[in-house]
DNA sequence: CCTCGTATAATTGTATACAATCTTACTATT
DNA sequence: AATAGTAAGATTGTATACAATTATACGAGG
């Protein structure tokens, strides 16, 4: 669930505890924390050169966060996604993300469907280029965008926290080319449906999306990364 | 998003902090703090017999579930759920309890749908003789038991962290036993289409389950009680 | 050789001390 | 009287000290 409408967000940039967490988060979002990796507080702490307190308060967000599992009187570890966790959070994803297209058709502003046409523009620009950092960036923001056009606190919340906690696989997966372009063309899709003030062609089309993105994945290779490296209940795909 | 499939919960009853974290979670949903209430460190920390350390490491956790904000330097506050809040969270819900039935419909165990059966069977009885807070409880199980069965940690987690969000709200508007009636009638006919192995229906009853309960709480004046009481930015309903 | 138990070390949990920041009230100046 | 400045108090942020718990290593007994 976490905090919405909270200009002084809860990763404060300027406070030891928000650095911290932001680090982390980082750190294990981006890979250099592997799966199931325990988290020493003294450790964390003389690296960052901060004491055992702040670390100790940007655990208890990033286990919230779902990044790390905290045993009592044990330790935290890095959790671990499964291919199951993925498909379910495309699921609900599909479901969320086409709620937000609907919503957005009607409370998007004029600079929000602007930026989105330019950020189709470029992740055009770059697909041909073969720029597959840049696309990832973009694909990043056209989503980001359509989280605040919705003008739902609440949903936009929700869908960043799945989108973030996804980011581990997408590195590694999304960076195929073809799809890149694929999922741009889509993202045109999404918007001109909006600015046609089509309701229910964006929300069919955001969960299209979602679903293709998903199957893209699996194709790519998604079971043989985190098939059954896990607790060994991925089942489903 | 929060933690997951994580058997040390991390609300977890033997250290201080957990317990500092229930209680006032609790006393927040139960309305003992009232929203925009400011929640001093030391103050808590005394009333409980505990040190500040504890109670900081509670206030993260509470401002990641969405009930307090924390603002640097200057203080928690409770955080308060306008009109608008409640109307996106049952969308959002209306959604994810429709993914939820279809996903339990495969998924379900034997005794997870006894204890549904026997859940409505009681719900009956209670409704009829008049008894609200059973009612409310056992309100609460039935859609427990649904994130249970679906047999997804992420989207069972997702579901209660709604859930208990609006709770705070529930207790003051579900009060009504013409409405525990109904409800408890859509129990059963979610029960029944699941039983029946029926997805497509499952879905579509949660689905409208949650919509006629967000219906019957605007009806029964969610509006005078959240309605601009907020940042004034209760609009939508 | 294995198992159990104990002691020691390592790590987390909590309390407290100190630093930084913000709030409040009072005073001086206009 | 109104306002700005400043100092005192209150509150949060961080560091450190100590307690409790858990992991590890080693040795005794079988």
Known sequence: ???????YDANDKYSLRGRVFQKLREDILSGKFKE?????EVAIGEELGVSRTPVREAFRQLELEGLIQIIPNKGAYVTGITAKDVKDIYMIRSLLEGL??????DKITKEQLEEME???YLAEFHAQKGHLDQMAELDNRFHDILYE??????????LRDFHRYVLRVRQKTLATNTRGLASNNEHRQIMEAIKAGDAELAEQ???RHMINAYDNMVKNGLKEIYGESDEGNAEGQ
Not at 100 to 105: E, G, I, P, S, V
């Open 1 to 7: 669930m976490t905090n919405y409408d909270n200009k």
């Open 205 to 207: 089309l955001a969960n």
């Open 149 to 158: 056009a919705c003008d739902s606190k609440l949903l936009e919340h929700t």
């Open 100 to 105: 937000c297209a609907r919503l957005a058709t």
């Open 36 to 40: 199931h990796e325990e988290l020493k």
């Open 118 to 120: 330019e950020n189709i």
